[in-house]
């Protein structure tokens, strides 16, 4: 692919690998392609990964280097997203600067939705989006204004009652300006060269180009098995992903025939080989061009076009492949075979026309052509008078993600009746392939289009759609409810239509279920503190200075773990991991592994010249497994050959036997059955509690999918024993001491250096040091340099995730809402090793109470230990899983007395003055009162609450609902030790400055505020520091970069060192008090039982629409108010703040882990785990961490109030249940609708489910 091939042998190491499928956009470049028949060059996005570089004959690739560099010229693209603070860990940020860069060379002046598009294919997991869409919006012409008050006269710049915005986070006025004769040409060799059949041989496989449709009939004649490469989009993933092994591959990319476009009055014909990006411009164009009422079936698929995929996938997919790949859940099939399409078909018998129906989808990714037949065109029919079409789709996240249910329906009306003469409806995510519910529409055809119709069209519709309870992707009885309430979302249309027909069926004002909101986020408004009036102008504390490697993470300059070049003799390490669950190793046979090309060694526990294990809280866990192994995923062995594809092929062909041991563990009912726990059991109390569990609820783990994968070089230096480890970790030195402990030599034999990192989370601090244990093992054994970088799918495989929690409660409360006691009981699931999960559990009963004063309190806590991948440390360690219980007992209490939510969080419950916590620890709630009353008054709460009441009166399936948590969150680390760090600083006579500390880079810009205090006590400008990585020999026994205290330890470390180096130059500055710096610098040669330094303090409202009958839902508005003391530098706080909601947004709301009844992670990439994307940012989004992660529960609780709207109409008050993550799935059929009600459920032991329910 070309992604490999740009890295390893061009070394452009700009484009990232982040998934290897086409789902994260790391890898972006831009294609362009010289256009014959227009004369026209063609640039577009496409994701490298996929791209296979024999089929780049005649293109001109460019990547982020080739746009600009911090050495010639900045482009002003990377500049833009840089300085707008769009880049934080920055691996992201290559990706979208090429997407951006793109349509800029298409569009020079975009407006919002061209950037939102073209950005939806790019995922980034450290920002929140906001700031890339404001860097790229700087481009546009649109207006810029916060629209806080609304686009017309009161907007932000005036008016009364306008927010006052702070400083601007960045200045806006001496960017570089966009000017396109600046950019690449295309190279004009590539236009005149000749089209020739070409064929590449490699070791493995054939590679064949035909330029005719002669000769490429002719090649499927002689291998019809052989599939025709277009986008790659499906055939790359399955060789990537599912082993699928191809000797020889037709590509047949440059057969003019497949491109061509015909339009004649009866519809358009289009060629296979068009691109979905062509075909919706093409598509877009007809709408303009034809009358409406011919459109239907365009619109139609313009509509699933605009969510299918993101626009990398897009501009390369073809229509043909789409068809052909016949996926169970294709957008465009539905919409096709209920839109009369018709295919045409060529082979060496002849062209034939094929319509496409239910007979042309035959199983699972399987049609009716015959393996040589060659599809060259679609001709969709424009649609006729009285014919109406409408595609919907139901998806995990709105862009970028198949859907779970996708649909086509079409109806013909009579003329001038509403009988209905023809009806058409086909779904996608019901079965193996695309399916007809012929029957339903057979017994509507010839009827009235009426209530009664309908209501028997839904009956016969739940008897034809059946689904299996086990069925393959699970969520069954929601896929169902959705067959039901897309049909109901078409009746609404059509009784609209008819009703605008004037058959006097339907009402006036008949609520269509369309969308509210839609489009992109626009509005946003922050206040920060400014710096004081008097501060010195080269003081840099307290400004929003840009992340000091921003631009060369834009520029794809930046250095990450693997992106060092390769050592001679180099060798690459795949692990090699357990397919059972639980079972004792019987052997393990290498001989064949070492067999194959390239294949050096195979490390297994036995080589190990130290420990063998790690101990976490006095609990071992092997580094390899020794003589069990307890999940799918357990690391076993590794192989270590010369290049990563070899080591993977000794990999595949290593045998491990094994002995299943019986009863695995999955779940923490199973686990609590067999008392199956890590010990101790933690409890906390104060008061007296004596109550019964009532409530239960139950929140899902999070995958960390920080963009960089585990990644480490580990090099031996051949002397001495000593080791260089280059790493992507928060804790090097746990990584030096493990490595040391493993290898049995001192730690001073051991540096590690960390450059930055691609984003961590929590996920790289134990489990990437028992990886590192692994490759220096094998970097021992061999004597050679040993690289090892996860692939996304081992890496999710492995390294775990936040830990799953069910947590209980029972609540005394009185009347008026005031909480008397509360018992909450949590239960872990810890995965099968401890890791740091009893010090998780310990940081859940500190947070229990959050920001609440119960005078009687319990919490108990205790890690379950289950055959499912050990989990580890994440963002907010325990504590978002704490405090969701405990708001979700204040959302019961509140239901049960049907009251506000609010009112008894705010007014009756929280803390109100200098109080103890359930531990003891004084503290002053004076700002989180502050916190709590200003996000309030400035999300407008209680008008919007009344409004929010009246659109719940006025419309059925649509529902509103606000929420508004608070934040109280202890800061540093319960164990006092940890809450050290330390600073070397050197000076050198030139005046420049180095400095080093133990934090490591991870987007958190901890390198920038460092040399922000650096700059200030020094008094010199922050030019003159550098910070060049993190390295446990110039500063050793680091902590963690964890527990929100990196900036304050390392800062007053870097203060403390620059304080003494500056009173040491005193004498010097006495001396020569006019002299410069670089003159003066020439002439020289705690815990006492407070588990935490202090709380942060926050509140956050927001404001959803959900979607009753899809349980889809948009973030309208989201106000956060944080108090983070005197911020060192506002920008890199303010995107730590959104960055951590959108996380939390993603974990109440989003992110699901999916396990197989046998524990096997289905979830092991991006196509099957949805994180955030740019679609869903807040359309609104305003305020001024790790702690906000918690205050996306806002979101989880406003979909909560929406929801109880909706089951008020069905007559249901009080609590219910919401599990966590709000998916739509859980969303909807909380609403209970009576579509969700006539799903009959599955009784409970009749069958095995697809997935399990996890915690
Ligand atoms: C990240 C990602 C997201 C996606 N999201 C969506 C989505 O939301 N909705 C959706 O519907 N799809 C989605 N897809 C699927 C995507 O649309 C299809 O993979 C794509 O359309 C296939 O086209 P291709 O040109 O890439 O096919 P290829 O992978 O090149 O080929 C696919 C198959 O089609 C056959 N084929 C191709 N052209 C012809 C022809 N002319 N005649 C006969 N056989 C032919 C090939 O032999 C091969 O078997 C997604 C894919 C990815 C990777
Ligand atoms: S690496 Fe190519 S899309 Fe993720
Ligand atoms: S900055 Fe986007 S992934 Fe880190």
Same mark, same amino acid.
């Given at each position: 692919?070309?992604?490999?091939?740009?890295?390893?042998?061009?070394?452009?190491?700009?484009?990232?690998?982040?998934?290897?499928?086409?789902?994260?956009?790391?890898?972006?470049?831009?294609?362009?392609?010289?256009?014959?028949?227009?004369?026209?060059?063609?640039?577009?996005?496409?994701?490298?990964?996929?791209?296979?570089?024999?089929?780049?004959?005649?293109?001109?690739?460019?990547?982020?280097?080739?746009?600009?560099?911090?050495?010639?010229?900045?482009?002003?693209?990377?500049?833009?997203?840089?300085?707008?603070?769009?880049?934080?860990?920055?691996?992201?940020?290559?990706?979208?600067?090429?997407?951006?860069?793109?349509?800029?060379?298409?569009?020079?002046?975009?407006?919002?939705?061209?950037?939102?598009?073209?950005?939806?294919?790019?995922?980034?997991?450290?920002?929140?989006?906001?700031?890339?869409?404001?860097?790229?919006?700087?481009?546009?012409?649109?207006?810029?204004?916060?629209?806080?008050?609304?686009?017309?006269?009161?907007?932000?710049?005036?008016?009364?009652?306008?927010?006052?915005?702070?400083?601007?986070?960045?200045?806006?006025?001496?960017?570089?300006?966009?000017? %396109?004769?600046?950019?690449?040409?295309?190279?004009?060799?590539?236009?005149?060269?000749?089209?020739?059949?070409?064929?590449?041989?490699?070791?493995?496989?054939?590679?064949?180009?035909?330029?005719?449709?002669?000769?490429?009939?002719?090649?499927?004649?002689?291998?019809?098995?052989?599939?025709?490469?277009?986008?790659?989009?499906?055939?790359?993933?399955?060789?990537?992903?599912?082993?699928?092994?191809?000797?020889?591959?037709?590509?047949?990319?440059?057969?003019?025939?497949?491109?061509?476009?015909?339009?004649?009055?009866?519809?358009?014909?289009?060629?296979?080989?068009?691109?979905?990006?062509?075909?919706?411009?093409?598509?877009?164009?007809?709408?303009?061009?034809?009358?409406?009422?011919?459109?239907?079936?365009?619109?139609?698929?313009?509509?699933?076009?605009?969510?299918?995929?993101?626009?990398?996938?897009?501009?390369?997919?073809?229509?043909?492949?789409?068809?052909?790949?016949?996926?169970?859940?294709?957008? @465009?099939?539905?919409?096709?075979?209920?839109?009369?399409?018709?295919?045409?078909?060529?082979?060496?018998?002849?062209?034939?026309?094929?319509?496409?129906?239910?007979?042309?989808?035959?199983?699972?990714?399987?049609?009716?052509?015959?393996?040589?037949?060659?599809?060259?065109?679609?001709?969709?029919?424009?649609?006729?008078?009285?014919?109406?079409?409408?595609?919907?789709?139901?998806?995990?996240?709105?862009?970028?993600?198949?859907?779970?249910?996708?649909?086509?329906?079409?109806?013909?009306?009579?003329?001038?009746?509403?009988?209905?003469?023809?009806?058409?409806?086909?779904?996608?995510?019901?079965?193996?392939?695309?399916?007809?519910?012929?029957?339903?529409?057979?017994?509507?055809?010839?009827?009235?289009?009426?209530?009664?119709?309908?209501?028997?069209?839904?009956?016969?519709?739940?008897?034809?759609?059946?689904?299996?309870?086990?069925?393959?992707?699970?969520?069954?009885?929601?896929?169902?409810?959705?067959?039901?309430?897309?049909?109901?979302?078409?009746?609404?249309?059509?009784?609209?239509?008819?009703?605008?027909?004037?058959?006097?069926?339907?009402?006036?004002?008949?609520?269509?279920?369309?969308?509210?909101?839609?489009?992109?986020?626009?509005?946003?408004?922050?206040?920060?503190?400014?710096?004081?009036?008097?501060?010195?102008?080269?003081?840099?504390?307290?400004?929003?200075?840009?992340?000091?490697?921003? #631009?060369?993470?834009?520029?794809?300059?930046?250095?990450?773990?693997?992106?060092?070049?390769?050592? /001679?003799?180099?060798?690459?390490?795949?692990?090699?991991?357990?397919?059972?669950?639980?079972?004792?190793?019987?052997?393990?046979?290498?001989?064949?592994?070492?067999?194959?090309?390239?294949?050096?060694?195979?490390?297994?526990?036995?080589?190990?010249?130290?420990?063998?294990?790690?101990?976490?809280?006095?609990?071992?866990?092997?580094?390899?497994?020794?003589?069990?192994?307890?999940?799918?995923?357990?690391?076993?062995?590794?192989?270590?050959?010369?290049?990563?594809?070899?080591?993977?092929?000794?990999?595949?062909?290593?045998?491990?036997? &094994?002995?299943?041991?019986?009863?695995?563990?999955?779940?923490? /009912?199973?686990?609590?059955?067999?008392?199956?726990?890590?010990?101790?059991?933690?409890?906390?109390?104060?008061?007296?509690?004596?109550?019964?569990?009532?409530?239960?609820?139950?929140?899902?783990?999070?995958?960390?999918? &920080?963009?960089?994968?585990?990644?480490?070089?580990?090099?031996?230096?051949?002397?001495?024993?000593?080791?260089?480890?280059?790493?992507?970790?928060?804790?090097?030195?746990?990584?030096?001491?493990?490595?040391?402990?493993?290898?049995?030599?001192?730690?001073?034999?051991?540096?590690?250096?960390?450059?930055?990192?691609?984003?961590?989370?929590?996920?790289?601090?134990?489990?990437?040091?028992?990886?590192?244990?692994?490759?220096?093992?094998?970097?021992?054994?061999?004597?050679?340099?040993?690289?090892?970088?996860?692939?996304?799918?081992?890496?999710?495989?492995?390294?775990?995730?936040?830990?799953?929690?069910?947590?209980?409660?029972?609540?005394?409360?009185?009347?008026?809402?005031?909480?008397?006691?509360?018992?909450?009981?949590?239960?872990?699931?810890?995965?099968?090793?401890?890791?740091?999960?009893? @010090?998780? #559990?310990?940081?859940?009963?500190?947070?229990?109470?959050?920001?609440?004063?119960?005078?009687?309190?319990?919490?108990?806590?205790?890690?379950?230990?289950?055959?499912?991948?050990?989990?580890?440390?994440?963002?907010?360690?325990?504590?978002?899983?704490?405090?969701?219980?405990?708001?979700?007992?204040?959302?019961?209490?509140?239901?049960?007395?049907?009251?506000?939510?609010?009112?008894?969080?705010?007014?009756?419950?929280?803390?109100?003055?200098?109080?103890?916590?359930?531990?003891?620890?004084?503290?002053? %709630?004076?700002?989180?009162?502050?916190?709590?009353?200003?996000?309030?008054?400035?999300?407008?709460?209680?008008?919007?609450?009344?409004?929010?009441?009246?659109?719940?009166?006025?419309?059925?399936?649509?529902?509103?609902?606000?929420?508004?948590?608070?934040?109280?969150?202890?800061?540093?680390?319960?164990?006092?030790?940890?809450?050290?760090?330390?600073?070397?600083?050197?000076?050198?006579?030139?005046?420049?400055?180095?400095?080093?500390?133990?934090?490591?880079?991870?987007?958190?810009? #901890?390198?920038?505020?460092?040399?922000?205090?650096?700059?200030?006590?020094?008094?010199?400008?922050?030019?003159?520091?550098?910070?060049? /990585?993190?390295?446990?020999?110039?500063?050793?026994?680091?902590?963690?970069?964890?527990?929100?205290?990196?900036?304050?330890?390392?800062?007053?470390?870097?203060?403390?060192?620059?304080?003494?180096?500056?009173?040491?130059?005193?004498?010097?500055?006495?001396?020569?008090?006019?002299?410069?710096?670089?003159?003066?610098?020439?002439?020289?040669?705690?815990?006492?039982?407070?588990?935490?330094?202090? &709380?942060?303090?926050?509140?956050?409202?927001?404001?959803?629409?959900?979607?009753?009958?899809?349980?889809?839902?948009?973030?309208?508005?989201?106000?956060?108010?944080?108090?983070?003391?005197?911020?060192?530098?506002?920008?890199?706080?303010?995107?730590?703040? /959104?960055?951590?909601?959108?996380?939390?947004?993603?974990?109440?709301?989003?992110?699901?882990?999916?396990?197989?009844?046998?524990?096997?992670? &289905?979830?092991?990439?991006?196509?099957?785990?949805?994180?955030?994307?740019?679609?869903?940012?807040?359309?609104?989004?305003?305020?001024?961490?790790?702690?906000?992660?918690?205050?996306?529960?806002?979101?989880?609780?406003?979909?909560?109030?929406?929801?109880?709207?909706?089951?008020?109409?069905?007559?249901?008050?009080?609590?219910?249940?919401?599990?966590?993550?709000?998916?739509?799935?859980?969303?909807?059929?909380?609403?209970?609708?009576?579509?969700?009600?006539?799903?009959?459920?599955?009784?409970?032991?009749?069958?095995? %489910?697809?997935?399990?329910?996890?915690?």
């Amino acid at each position: 692919m070309l992604l490999s091939y740009l890295r390893e042998r061009l070394r452009l190491t700009g484009t990232k690998y982040g998934c290897g499928g086409g789902g994260c956009g790391a890898c972006t470049v831009m294609v362009s392609r010289y256009q014959p028949s227009t004369k026209t060059i063609l640039h577009y996005s496409a994701n490298a990964c996929l791209l296979p570089v024999c089929q780049l004959q005649g293109a001109a690739v460019t990547t982020v280097e080739g746009i600009g560099n911090t050495k010639t010229r900045v482009h002003p693209v990377q500049e833009r997203i840089a300085k707008a603070h769009g880049s934080q860990c920055g691996f992201c940020t290559p990706g979208m600067v090429m997407s951006m860069y793109t349509l800029l060379r298409n569009k020079p002046q975009p407006n919002m939705e061209d950037i939102t598009e073209a950005l939806g294919g790019n995922l980034c997991r450290c920002t929140g989006y906001r700031p890339i869409v404001d860097g790229c919006k700087t481009f546009s012409q649109e207006s810029n204004c916060c629209q806080a008050n609304g686009n017309g006269a009161g907007c932000c710049l005036n008016g009364d009652s306008s927010p006052q915005r702070s400083e601007n986070l960045f200045d806006q006025e001496d960017l570089l300006p966009l000017d %396109p004769t600046q950019d690449l040409i295309f190279p004009p060799e590539l236009i005149v060269r000749q089209q020739d059949y070409q064929l590449f041989r490699g070791d493995r496989m054939v590679w064949v180009s035909p330029v005719s449709l002669e000769e490429l009939i002719q090649l499927k004649t002689s291998h019809p098995q052989a599939p025709l490469v277009m986008g790659n989009t499906n055939i790359g993933p399955d060789i990537k992903f599912k082993g699928a092994w191809h000797p020889i591959i037709i590509s047949p990319t440059r057969v003019q025939e497949l491109f061509k476009v015909t339009k004649t009055p009866q519809g358009v014909c289009i060629g296979a080989g068009c691109s979905l990006s062509v075909v919706k411009a093409l598509l877009e164009g007809l709408v303009q061009e034809i009358p409406e009422e011919k459109t239907e079936i365009y619109r139609s698929l313009l509509q699933q076009l605009g969510n299918l995929g993101g626009q990398q996938i897009r501009n390369v997919a073809t229509i043909g492949g789409n068809i052909v790949s016949a996926y169970p859940n294709s957008d @465009l099939n539905p919409v096709f075979a209920a839109g009369n399409c018709i295919l045409n078909v060529a082979s060496k018998r002849g062209r034939q026309e094929i319509l496409l129906n239910k007979d042309f989808f035959v199983g699972f990714g399987k049609t009716s052509l015959k393996p040589d037949e060659v599809v060259l065109s679609v001709f969709i029919p424009v649609s006729r008078q009285g014919e109406f079409m409408r595609a919907f789709r139901q998806a995990p996240r709105k862009e970028n993600a198949l859907a779970t249910v996708t649909t086509g329906m079409r109806v013909m009306f009579t003329e001038g009746s509403s009988v209905v003469k023809e009806l058409s409806i086909y779904y996608g995510g019901v079965g193996p392939c695309t399916v007809s519910a012929t029957k339903t529409c057979a017994a509507v055809i010839g009827r009235k289009w009426d209530e009664q119709t309908l209501s028997e069209a839904y009956t016969q519709l739940l008897d034809e759609i059946s689904l299996s309870p086990s069925h393959p992707g699970g969520q069954v009885e929601f896929r169902r409810s959705l067959t039901l309430s897309l049909l109901f979302k078409f009746n609404l249309q059509m009784l609209h239509k008819l009703w605008e027909m004037d058959n006097k069926v339907g009402l006036i004002g008949l609520e269509t279920n369309m969308v509210t909101f839609s489009g992109c986020h626009k509005n946003v408004w922050f206040f920060f503190q400014a710096v004081v009036k008097d501060q010195s102008g080269d003081d840099p504390v307290g400004r929003p200075i840009m992340h000091r490697s921003a #631009i060369s993470q834009a520029t794809g300059e930046a250095v990450y773990c693997d992106d060092i070049p390769k050592m /001679e003799g180099e060798l690459h390490l795949v692990l090699v991991t357990s397919t059972r669950p639980h079972a004792k190793i019987l052997d393990i046979d290498i001989s064949e592994a070492l067999q194959v090309p390239g294949v050096v060694d195979v490390i297994t526990s036995k080589d190990i010249p130290g420990k063998k294990f790690r101990t976490f809280t006095g609990i071992d866990e092997d580094i390899l497994a020794q003589n069990e192994v307890s999940c799918v995923g357990h690391m076993v062995c590794a192989v270590v050959a010369d290049t990563r594809n070899q080591a993977k092929r000794g990999a595949a062909v290593v045998k491990i036997g &094994y002995e299943d041991l019986p009863g695995p563990v999955f779940t923490v /009912e199973e686990a609590i059955e067999k008392q199956s726990f890590f010990l101790p059991k933690r409890m906390i109390e104060q008061g007296t509690v004596c109550l019964s569990f009532v409530w239960a609820i139950r929140l899902g783990g999070q995958e960390h999918f &920080y963009m960089e994968t585990q990644s480490m070089v580990v090099v031996p230096s051949g002397e001495e024993r000593e080791l260089k480890v280059y790493l992507s970790c928060q804790h090097p030195t746990y990584a030096q001491e493990s490595i040391a402990e493993t290898l049995g030599i001192p730690s001073n034999r051991v540096s590690c250096h960390v450059k930055r990192v691609g984003g961590a989370f929590g996920g790289k601090v134990t489990k990437t040091s028992i990886i590192a244990c692994i490759t220096s093992v094998a970097a021992w054994k061999t004597g050679r340099a040993v690289r090892c970088v996860l692939e996304r799918g081992e890496d999710m495989l492995i390294t775990g995730a936040r830990h799953p929690v069910l947590g209980k409660h029972k609540v005394g409360f009185m009347n008026n809402g005031r909480i008397m006691a509360a018992d909450l009981h949590y239960y872990a699931n810890s995965g099968n090793t401890a890791d740091e999960s009893l @010090l998780v #559990i310990e940081k859940i009963l500190l947070h229990l109470d959050n920001a609440y004063n119960v005078p009687n309190l319990r919490g108990r806590s205790v890690a379950c230990k289950t055959n499912l991948p050990s989990n580890t440390a994440f963002r907010g360690f325990g504590v978002p899983q704490s405090m969701l219980v405990t708001e979700n007992m204040i959302n019961d209490v509140a239901m049960m007395l049907g009251c506000n939510a609010e009112e008894v969080r705010g007014k009756i419950n929280m803390y109100k003055e200098v109080s103890l916590t359930h531990y003891k620890f004084e503290f002053d %709630p004076k700002n989180l009162l502050r916190c709590w009353d200003e996000c309030k008054e400035k999300s407008d709460y209680d008008r919007r609450r009344k409004s929010i009441g009246q659109f719940n009166q006025q419309n059925r399936w649509k529902k509103r609902g606000m929420a508004t948590i608070p934040i109280k969150y202890g800061i540093a680390f319960s164990d006092g030790f940890l809450n050290q760090a330390a600073s070397l600083v050197h000076i050198y006579k030139d005046g420049s400055v180095l400095v080093s500390h133990g934090g490591t880079e991870m987007g958190q810009g #901890i390198h920038t505020k460092m040399q922000q205090v650096a700059s200030r006590e020094l008094h010199i400008p922050a030019s003159l520091i550098h910070i060049t /990585e993190t390295n446990t020999s110039a500063v050793p026994n680091t902590c963690p970069s964890a527990a929100s205290f990196g900036t304050d330890a390392n800062g007053m470390a870097v203060k403390d060192a620059c304080e003494t180096l500056y009173q040491r130059l005193e004498p010097v500055r006495k001396q020569n008090p006019e002299g410069t710096w670089q003159i003066w610098v020439f002439h020289i040669d705690k815990q006492e039982g407070q588990p935490y330094a202090y &709380y942060t303090y926050g509140a956050c409202c927001s404001e959803v629409e959900v979607d009753c009958l899809t349980g889809d839902y948009r973030t309208v508005r989201t106000d956060i108010v944080m108090d983070i003391g005197r911020s060192i530098n506002p920008s890199v706080d303010i995107g730590q703040i /959104e960055g951590a909601f959108i996380q939390g947004l993603g974990l109440y709301t989003m992110e699901e882990l999916k396990f197989s009844p046998s524990g096997v992670l &289905y979830t092991r990439g991006p196509s099957q785990y949805k994180i955030p994307a740019v679609c869903d940012i807040p359309l609104q989004f305003n305020g001024i961490g790790e702690p906000v992660l918690f205050l996306g529960s806002s979101v989880f609780f406003a979909i909560k109030d929406a929801v109880a709207a909706s089951r008020v109409e069905a007559g249901m008050v009080g609590p219910f249940t919401l599990d966590s993550p709000a998916t739509p799935e859980r969303t909807c059929l909380a609403c209970n609708t009576p579509f969700t009600q006539k799903i009959p459920a599955s009784k409970q032991g009749s069958f095995q %489910p697809w997935a399990l329910n996890i915690p």
